[in-house]
């Protein structure tokens, strides 16, 4: 029979065995996350160039981050590119969701084929979109080989419509996602209020417009949270399409950041911009977090 101290130790080994095994997890995130965050926001305050520079200058980072042209067309950019990007989105992922929801053959088939494009990162969606526009070998090249030479397609050269390629490769590769959170939330709507709904006597457009969408209002808000944090942070999938051009075209604040960090040795004024970028985030996620806390009993 095992000693009483010999039992408490083991108790108490298999109490803290789960704090042991997430203790190295933790504190790397802790450091390479929140350590670095802050730093990023301390080098906003100095005079960093090519190398971190301890020299406090304040806020004059943010006049000049704010007073230069590269940063406002950042700014536009974004706004164009976010809002198409949550709306043709949520209607694409609404649409399909509802298509599924209704019980049709194939669906299991289907699913996968939607929520494919996810699986990708970023990158290799926007070189295969890149290759697909592209006026030398993608889709232009190819009607012009079938015999249509009238047929033209180059927005990814054309100042005025190269963002909307960014568009394009974005809602193609997430709208699966958004589809599977509002099939999700159909799934969990109860039948027994659409029967009665229906006895009633409304209609499939009533049906959907006053019960079904108004019980979608937490899938709405969570596609709304994710594809905003997915569209401030496209770095990856701007860089591999467009590379920001033509010219300042689809430059966004996360390639800005990169560019007046690492290539243009204005460390202070990337600093600044991340930190718009950490703040705009916080301002849509800190409200949704609290929301989601405070309904939970």
């Known amino acids: 029979m095992a000693a009483p101290a010999e039992v408490d130790f083991r108790t108490r080994l298999q109490d803290s065995l789960p704090r042991l095994v997430l203790a190295p997890s933790f504190a790397a995130t802790l450091l390479f996350v929140y350590g670095f965050i802050l730093f990023t926001v301390y080098l906003s305050f100095t005079g960093s160039k090519m190398l971190p520079n301890f020299t406090w200058v304040g806020l004059e980072n943010y006049r000049k981050l704010w007073a230069l042209d590269a940063w406002w067309i950042a700014i536009s950019n974004i706004?164009?590119?976010?809002?198409?990007?949550?709306?043709?989105?949520?209607?694409?992922?609404?649409?399909?969701?509802?298509?599924?929801?209704?019980?049709?053959?194939?669906?299991?088939?289907?699913?996968?084929?939607?929520?494919?494009?996810?699986?990708?990162?970023?990158?290799?969606?926007?070189?295969?979109?890149?290759?697909?526009?592209?006026?030398?070998?993608?889709?232009?090249?190819?009607?012009?080989?079938?015999?249509?030479?009238?047929?033209?397609?180059?927005?990814?050269?054309?100042?005025?419509?190269?963002?909307?390629?960014?568009?394009?490769?974005?809602?193609?590769?997430?709208?699966?996602?958004?589809?599977?959170?509002?099939?999700?939330?159909?799934?969990?709507?109860?039948?027994?209020?659409?029967?009665?709904?229906?006895?009633?006597?409304?209609?499939?457009?009533?049906?959907?417009?006053r019960i079904v969408i108004p019980m979608l209002r937490p899938a709405f808000l969570s596609a709304f949270v994710i594809l905003f944090h997915l569209a401030i942070k496209s770095y990856d999938l701007v860089i591999a399409l467009t590379g920001g051009g033509p010219g300042r075209a689809t430059e966004l604040p996360a390639t800005f950041m990169y560019s007046y960090t690492f290539t243009r040795n204005s460390m202070g004024i990337g600093a600044s911009s991340a930190v718009i970028m950490l703040m705009t985030i916080a301002a849509i996620m800190v409200p949704y977090l609290y929301a989601e806390l405070k309904e939970k009993p």
């Open 79 to 209: 706004a164009v590119f976010a809002t198409l990007y949550i709306v043709i989105c949520t209607a694409i992922g609404l649409t399909l969701a509802i298509f599924l929801d209704q019980k049709i053959r194939g669906e299991g088939l289907l699913r996968p084929i939607y929520l494919y494009p996810m699986a990708l990162s970023f990158i290799v969606t926007g070189t295969a979109w890149k290759w697909f526009l592209d006026p030398g070998i993608g889709l232009e090249h190819t009607m012009h080989l079938w015999g249509w030479e009238s047929f033209s397609f180059t927005w990814i050269k054309d100042r005025n419509m190269a963002i909307y390629t960014i568009v394009l490769a974005a809602v193609w590769q997430t709208s699966g996602f958004v589809m599977a959170m509002f099939l999700a939330g159909l799934r969990g709507i109860d039948n027994e209020i659409l029967k009665a709904a229906q006895i009633d006597g409304a209609s499939n457009w009533q049906l959907y417009r």
